[in-house]
Structure formats: C-alpha cells, structure tokens
C-alpha cells in the first residue's frame, strides 16, 4: 500500500505501553490513534472517525478478563458500525474472539502479535471498509437521483417522482402546483426528459416576469409592423417549441386576454401571430405551473374556469420543503458537494450545528433558498466545515456537543422504517423486505419506535 496524501484513521487500544509503542509504528500507511482504555477508545472514536480499530479485550479494569474490551466493542460498533474492529485476545482465549465476532468484530487475531500478519489483516480489513462505503455512496447517489435533475429521499417526492415517470410518456397537459421555490420547473423538465418528445426542445417562460403588452408578443410571435418597433417578423416562444415541450411557468398571472388566446391555442393546436391572419399549426406539449390558488381565482373571475381545466388534464402538488422529511440535508449536502467544486473551496461538510440549524429551519423560500444558503455558505467558511453562522441560521438553542450518536441513530431507525411502511402502503411483508429484516424484526421495530401500520 503506498503513502496517500489523507491517511485512512487506525485506533490502537491497548493498556501495555510498550506494545503500543510497537504497534504504532508498525502502521505507516495509516494516521495512528492510540487509546489505554475505554474512555479514551470512544473519545478517539468520536474524534477521529477511524476506519479500522485494533481492540484488545483485556482492558482495565478487567485485564485479565474480557469483560471490558467486549463492552467497548459493542459501543464502538453502536457508534460507529460500519467501522472495522479486529479483536486482539491472549493465546487461549479463543472463546472471547468468537463471541467479539458474534457480537459484530470484523475479526480477531491471538497474542503474541506478529505486527506483519496483523498489518495484513488491518489492511483488509481497510478494503473491505472501502468498498462498502463506496457501495453506499453510490446506493445513495441512485436513491436521490431518481430522475435526471431531481434531487428526492422523502416518500413525499418519492411519490411525485412515480407520478412524473407515469405522466411523462402520455402526452397530457399538466399542471404543477406548489409554494414558489419548490422545484416546479425542475420536475417540468424531468417530466420533458421522460418523455417521446425529449428529443426536442424545452422551452420555459415566466408570465409573471415578462409586461402584459409584450407577452403575447413572447408567446405568439409577431409579423412585421404589427405595433411600433415591430421591424421584422419574430416567432413566439410557442414555435420554437414545436416538437417539445412548453412550460408556462406562474400561468396564474395571465391577463383574462391571453387566457383567452392560451385557451384557443390549446382546443386548435394552432396559433396565429400578432398581426398575423394565418393558422399556424403547432405540434407542442404544455406543461404549466403556479404557486396560486387557482380555484379561488376562478371565484373571482381572475382566472378562466374552462382553461383550467384544459391546462390540469393531470395535475401534480409538489410538497414545500418543510414537509418533506430530511430532503432539506438531502439537499443540502449535494448542493455543498456542487458549490465547493464550482468554487474551488475546500469545503467537505456541514458542522453538527448547522445541521441541526438545517433541521430546524421552516425554509419558507423552499429549495430556491436553500440553494441559495448553502452557496453563500460555502464562500463564507473559513474551514473544511460550514457553520450555522455561515448559513445564516439559528441552531434552535440545540447544543451540537449534547449529540448522542445512539440516540441519533435510533432516530435514524425510526424514520426509515416510518418511511418504508408509507411507500408500501404498509404491506409488512414488503416493508420488511426493502429494510433488509424479518418480519418479527420489523414488529419489534414497528413496537419500539411507537408506530403502526
């Protein structure tokens, strides 16, 4: 194994000084962290988040016994389990190593200690640790991907996700709702790239952004002379799209004229340009969106009854960020991943603050301010880890050092499996299936963490 520029992390715990010091040296390809005893194992183990820890299970104040090394395994794996743990036991002791690995150890090897034979196996044990962190990595990478461009975790956008794969290829009018800043063109593209026209154009335009007196101009083109200023014939964004797809975002801010005209244009498939007396036949799909309520509009008389029912021939709600359960560190962490390479900053990850300062956050600018957050943020830190002081947010009062990793955990625990049973309608034997248990497991689980089916 050749020398990296980052080390992968070693934790010795050993209570004799001088075999410690042998060992230490033994490990040249890795950052070395010793430990005497089990609280200074776990202090390490937070500190320093090894890869692979060699345990010897005669620790004071047992040390002659193995009590001691068995409970610090089992509290280093309930902190750390995908850490790899070789047990180290006296010559006869051959019982307590078959119990450290009933209990979750990697492995175990017998004293008197051959530092080249045990380097062998600390380096496998490091491969193997590899691979399945990079296993996960791309578990997770497929699992917020599940469309192109749409970041998604939660069963909420998992939902959507499933609807957008089911609607694309069925050329239908839809109509995305949701908060501004939800992602509403983000899912009007994947619904685009999904579908048979993704050959062709995707062409977007704001209503709300553009002046009523030149909107229809965007839209339906122009001929020459057709008002002041108009010097030479333009197509509307309505033609370039043909053969694509047209995405009429906040269309609840049409003026009732052009609602009119959008109403023609999608009974005809046919548009005629301002100024203009030919039909031009067009070949499009129109996707629409707005963060309004259109059915109070139509009470109103601000929004025409008939065209929202040809635009909503499927409709599609995109859930706010603060109810799509843990999307926003989802979100945040790919967002952080992006900038720092865009960048150039040398910024890896959040601090423990300003993930709780990321939990806690109502988000009401959704996606579009969390975006916008963590880019500032990572031209802000002044360290490998952005703060909350770098987000800009408050931590809700909640102390990062009082963290609990078990407790952490079992949250963890709770959410996955509170997750599984809402995408499976809560089909047990489906449930237990993706969560990788039996169904007595998954009860027990179901029981624990106080839910039901």
Request: with cysteine; hydrophobic share 40%; net charge negative.
């Amino acid at each position: 194994m050749t020398k990296r520029s980052q080390s992968p992390v070693l934790l010795l715990v050993e209570d004799d000084p001088g075999l410690l010091s042998q060992l230490r040296w033994c490990f040249d390809d890795f950052e070395v962290v010793t430990a005497t005893n089990r609280d200074e194992a776990i202090t390490q183990l937070r500190r320093a988040e090894p890869a692979v820890v060699t345990l010897d299970l005669g620790l004071p104040p047992d040390p002659g016994g193995a009590s001691e090394g068995l409970a610090t395994l089992e509290q280093i794996l309930a902190l750390a389990p995908h850490t790899k743990v070789i047990v180290v036991t006296g010559n006869n002791d051959r019982d307590n190593a078959v119990r450290a690995v009933a209990l979750g150890a990697y492995d175990f090897y017998q004293k008197p200690v051959d530092a080249d034979l045990l380097k062998l196996i600390v380096q496998r044990a490091l491969r193997i640790y590899e691979l399945e962190q990079e296993n996960r990595r791309l578990q997770q990478s497929q699992g917020i991907s599940p469309l192109p461009g749409l970041i998604a975790g939660s069963p909420e956008m998992l939902k959507i996700c499933r609807t957008v794969e089911k609607v694309a290829p069925v050329d239908v009018t839809t109509l995305l709702l949701g908060e501004s800043g939800t992602g509403k063109e983000v899912v009007a593209r994947a619904i685009h790239s999904r579908s048979n026209r993704r050959d062709g154009s995707f062409v977007a335009i704001n209503c709300a952004a553009i002046p009523e007196n030149l909107l229809e101009s965007e839209l339906f083109g122009h001929e020459k002379g057709a008002f002041t200023g108009a010097t030479k014939q333009n197509r509307g964004k309505i033609e370039y799209a043909d053969g694509g797809t047209l995405f009429l975002d906040e269309v609840g801010d049409l003026a009732l004229p052009l609602q009119a005209k959008l109403l023609r244009f999608l009974q005809e498939r046919s548009i005629e340009r301002v100024g203009g007396r030919e039909d031009i036949p067009v070949d499009v799909r129109v996707i629409c969106a707005t963060h309004q309520d259109l059915q109070a509009l139509i009470a109103e008389n601000a929004f025409r009854e008939d065209l929202f029912y040809r635009i909503s021939e499927m409709s599609i709600t995109i859930p706010p960020l603060r109810e799509r359960s843990d999307d926003a560190h989802l979100l945040a962490r790919v967002f952080l991943e992006r900038f720092a390479q865009q960048q150039g900053r040398a910024v890896k990850d959040f601090s423990p603050e300003a993930l709780n300062a990321i939990k806690a956050h109502t988000w009401p600018g959704n996606v579009r301010e969390l975006e916008n957050r963590v880019k500032r943020a990572v031209v802000m830190a002044d360290g490998p880890q952005v703060t909350s002081e770098d987000l800009e947010l408050s931590d809700a009062g909640e102390d990062p050092l009082m963290l609990n990793l078990r407790q952490v955990r079992d949250d963890a625990e709770g959410r996955a499996v509170r997750h599984t049973m809402q995408i499976v309608d809560g089909n047990i034997s489906r449930a237990a299936e993706l969560l990788g248990v039996s169904r007595p497991t998954l009860y027990d689980l179901l029981k624990k963490h106080g839910l039901n089916r």
